[in-house]
């Protein structure tokens, strides 16, 4: 696949919520809290809710859990026990702002790795697995391989197992199978602090209501990128989350 990032490649798999539908027909969003940066873990959790998840939990060191439960709105719900586990529990984000615990690399669920989860990957993961590096986050882990974005990020995913976000200004989404979408609609306006974890979240919130991984980045990365073009000028990350219902009820 080599065309553009356009909303007819994905908006037939967009989940849609109906009247006789309930909290965890829509998914269940586990989000594991930076120890430290936790302005990033709140981007996160807060744009993974808008994406119509069911239910999103953050789950923090018990140390810091009173801050998540402070800054968090009231919808996301905050754990202080990183051990804590369900069975209703269909996504899972780790990295964005820090690690807490390693990451959980044999799940059978949608995982989403960002920022710090990209160090010390093992050799083979799956293609529920997806993997959201900017350019240096991606060099760092796979430094070996060579040639244009678009060839690297091609033989990340060929040579893991997982779907690979390659962030930038033309993002490019690349399936384990070869098929791989560059995506042209953003803006200039996305470069500032954060937006990487907006991203995230908001994949990690498709992945939960059970949309195939890779319509599932495509779709976020368009709607991100739809937002940020909106937004204009001035954008900071915190403005990402509060645009998606508005571009969502364009589809749905």
């Known amino acids: 696949m080599t065309s553009g990032n356009h909303p ?12 006789d539908s309930h909290k965890y027909q829509h998914g269940h969003a586990l989000i594991y809290a930076a120890p430290e940066l936790t302005g990033a873990t709140c981007l996160a959790a807060t744009a ?19 801050v998540y439960r402070t800054v968090l709105p009231a919808h996301i719900l905050v754990r202080g026990d990183l051990d804590w586990q369900d069975s209703r529990v269909t996504a899972r984000l780790y990295g964005s702002g820090g690690l807490s615990v390693i990451p959980d ?32 986050e991606f060099d760092r882990a796979f430094p070996d391989f060579k040639g244009s974005r678009l060839d690297r990020a091609k033989a990340a995913a060929a040579e893991s197992g997982a779907h690979i976000v390659l962030k ?10 070869g098929r791989y979408v560059i995506n042209h609609h953003a803006t200039p306006h996305l470069a500032s602090a954060g937006t990487g974890d907006v991203l995230a979240g908001m994949i990690t919130g498709f992945l939960a209501r059970d949309m195939p991984v890779f ?13 940020g073009r909106r937004i204009g000028s001035g954008l900071v990350a915190s403005d990402i989350s509060d645009q998606i219902p508005a571009v969502m009820s364009g589809f749905l």
């Open 168 to 177: 930038g200004a033309e993002s490019i989404i690349v399936a384990p199978d």
């Open 8 to 19: 007819d490649l994905w908006r037939a798999q967009l989940p849609a919520k109906t009247k």
């Open 48 to 66: 993974c809710a808008r994406m119509g998840t069911g239910l999103v939990t953050v789950l923090a060191d018990a140390d810091i859990v009173s």
């Open 215 to 227: 319509e599932a980045a495509c779709a976020s990365v368009w709607i991100h990128g739809e937002c």
């Open 105 to 136: 690399f044999t799940a059978g669920i949608p995982v989403v790795l960002d920022a710090d989860a990209l160090s010390n990957l093992p050799r083979l993961l799956t293609k529920n697995y997806i993997l959201t590096p900017h350019d240096g």
